[in-house]
T-cell receptor, first 114, second 116 residues
Framework: EDKVVQSPLSLVVHEGDTVTLNCSYEVTNFRSLLWYKQEKKAPTFLFMLTSSGIEKKSGRLSSILDKKELFSILNITATQTGDSAIYLCAVLNAGGTSYGKLTFGQGTILTVHP | DTGVSQDPRHKITKRGQNVTFRCDPISEHNRLYWYRQTLGQGPEFLTYFQNEAQLEKSRLLSDRFSAERPKGSFSTLEIQRTEQGDSAMYLC??????????????FGSGTQLSVL
């Protein structure tokens, strides 16, 4: 069964700090790894990573995938209070009837204090 | 059509009652997923559809849960004889379902169920 483990489970920082969130995974037929941000409602898409070593960037957020070691990191630089959220990592299965199924980790709760 | 919509947003029910939730996916999306999320946890897969066909159900899904997507558009999730442990956020998501593309799921805002 596919499995995703995120660490740390929670993180409290001050504005301006840089944070690194970790995600390790086991999946039977890996297709992609996705990061989502969840505030009070629906998870919103951040990144999709398919290839190792290629960094994806969006403003102060960046992410990279290591398919050999089966992990990904999400970096947030110069954090702001608006970055406070749950960050979810998920792996996309590419096999058979499980194709397209996302398995999520438990999430990292990030709190950014002013 | 601006995204995945779910109804109701909140549902409070007494233990033993039946509840039904509705999800309207993004119009051109073939795949529709149901997830459940409890406080402090990531979303947990329940089931998903390719058009009207239900392709996979989680082994964790008891017989009290049933989902349908009769015309391949909207979907309903019914929980019969609700239990307090069913209290959670029920999330619906949809995707294009095209194997030639990189899949990306779009989520609705969820239905928050509270069983008293």
């Amino acid at each position: 069964e596919d499995k995703v483990v995120q660490s740390p489970l929670s993180l409290v920082v001050h504005e301006g700090d840089t944070v690194t969130l970790n995600c390790s995974y086991e999946v039977t037929n890996f297709r992609s790894l996705l990061w989502y941000k969840q505030e009070k409602k629906a998870p919103t898409f951040l990144f999709m990573l398919t290839s190792s070593g290629i960094e994806k960037k969006s403003g102060r957020l960046s992410s990279i995938l290591d398919k050999k070691e089966l992990f990904s990191i999400l970096n947030i630089t110069a954090t702001q209070t608006g970055d406070s959220a749950i960050y979810l990592c998920a792996v996309l299965n590419a096999g058979g009837t499980s194709y397209g199924k996302l398995t999520f980790g438990q999430g990292t709760i990030l709190t950014v204090h002013p | 059509d601006t995204g995945v919509s779910q109804d109701p947003r909140h549902k409070i029910t007494k233990r033993g009652q039946n509840v039904t939730f509705r999800c309207d996916p993004i119009s051109e999306h073939n795949r529709l997923y149901w997830y459940r999320q409890t406080l402090g946890q990531g979303p947990e897969f329940l089931t998903y559809f390719q058009n009207e066909a239900q392709l996979e159900k989680s082994r964790l899904l008891s017989d009290r849960f049933s989902a349908e997507r009769p015309k391949g558009s909207f979907s309903t999730l019914e929980i019969q004889r609700t239990e307090q442990g069913d209290s959670a956020m029920y999330l619906c998501a949809s995707s294009l379902g095209d194997r030639g593309r990189q899949e990306k799921l779009f989520f609705g805002s969820g239905t928050q169920l509270s069983v008293l």
